[in-house]
């Protein structure tokens, strides 16, 4: 059963950080692309950052850049989402995504989905 578990997420006041991970079960995490998108009440995903299958090449949509930092560990099947200097526009459900490039995730297509884990800036 391929699963994506986020953890990480919670109430933090503006200016602070937090950091996600996502761990991958089920599938042959090292050959997927690995992405975080994220949701607010009442708008669409919204693509944050991806990283290839190596962890060599990331990108980051403008609002997060410099704030945000993605990376992975393939030894632990792990996606990690560093956020720092967090503003209140950050405020989300942040989901992890798989898929066999990182065009496709700045898209929205992904193979596979976790569950979303709340980030909450607020004072």
């Known amino acids: 059963e391929v699963q994506l578990v986020e953890s990480g997420g919670g109430l933090v006041q503006p200016g602070g950080s937090l950091r996600l991970s996502c761990a991958a079960s089920?599938?042959?995490?090292?050959?997927?692309?690995m992405g975080w998108v994220r949701q607010t009440a009442g708008t669409g995903l919204e693509w944050v950052s991806t990283?290839?299958?190596?962890?060599?090449?990331?990108a980051y949509t403008d609002s997060v850049r410099g704030r945000f930092t993605i990376s992975r560990d393939n030894a632990k099947n792990t996606v990690y989402l560093q956020m720092n200097s967090l503003e209140p526009d950050d405020t989300a459900t942040y989901y992890c995504?798989?898929?066999?490039?990182?065009?496709?995730?700045?898209?929205?297509?992904?193979?596979?989905w976790g569950q979303g884990t709340q980030v909450t800036v607020s004072s």
């Open positions: 995504a798989a898929a066999p490039d990182m065009s496709r995730l700045r898209v929205g297509i992904a193979d596979y």
């Open positions: 089920g599938f042959l995490f090292s050959t997927y692309a």
């Open positions: 990283i290839n299958q190596g962890g060599t090449r990331t």
